[in-house]
């Protein structure tokens, strides 16, 4: 092989290196995001801080979101963790000592919060000095009428469960 000769193959390498470039570009897929929901954090941090309150605070609401939007109500499935007790720490109405339902529905006019839903946990004195009680809520599943959607931020254990501190008052 003369140097010319490899000259003129490494030169049509080169061109192809580049024309295969522009294919890749050409091929470039983008792939839609599957709709999730998952709490709602401040800005656009993936981590929810540890909710600190008092058990005589009345409430506390968690935010609980669908980023993309969606055309119908979703059902959010949660359960409830943590040492306290659903009843004599905390209630949530429509709730059961494991967890409950909520439903994210489409919001049109409101543009800013769209697609979220507020769950209030009510915070109960029970008057006897039982030290503070953790509660978790985590998302279990959510549906709407396309079908099954993921939990936690783009299906991933990000922003799956919220931690509620309640401190003891007595
Ligand atoms: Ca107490």
Excluded: H
């Amino acid at each position: 092989m003369n140097y010319k000769y490899f000259l003129f193959l490494f030169g049509i390498a080169l061109l192809t290196a580049c024309g295969n470039e522009y294919v890749v570009d050409d091929y470039f897929d983008l792939e839609e995001l599957p709709g999730y929901v998952a709490f709602d954090a401040p800005g656009n941090s993936a981590v929810l801080d540890d909710i600190m309150v008092s058990e005589s605070d009345g409430s506390t609401t968690v935010t609980i979101e669908c980023p993309t939007g969606t055309l119908s109500d979703i059902t959010v499935n949660y359960e409830f963790g943590g040492d306290a007790v659903f009843g004599t720490d905390f209630n949530v109405a429509g709730a059961s000592a494991s967890g409950g339902t909520i439903t994210v529905g489409q919001k049109e006019w409101d543009v800013v919060n769209r697609s979220n839903a507020d769950l209030e946990i009510e915070l109960l004195t029970d008057g006897v000095q039982d030290g503070a009680k953790t509660l978790t809520i985590t998302l279990i599943s959510a549906s709407n009428a396309e079908g099954p959607m993921a939990v936690g931020r783009g299906g991933t254990d990000y922003l799956k469960t919220a931690t509620i501190v309640i401190e003891d008052i007595d």
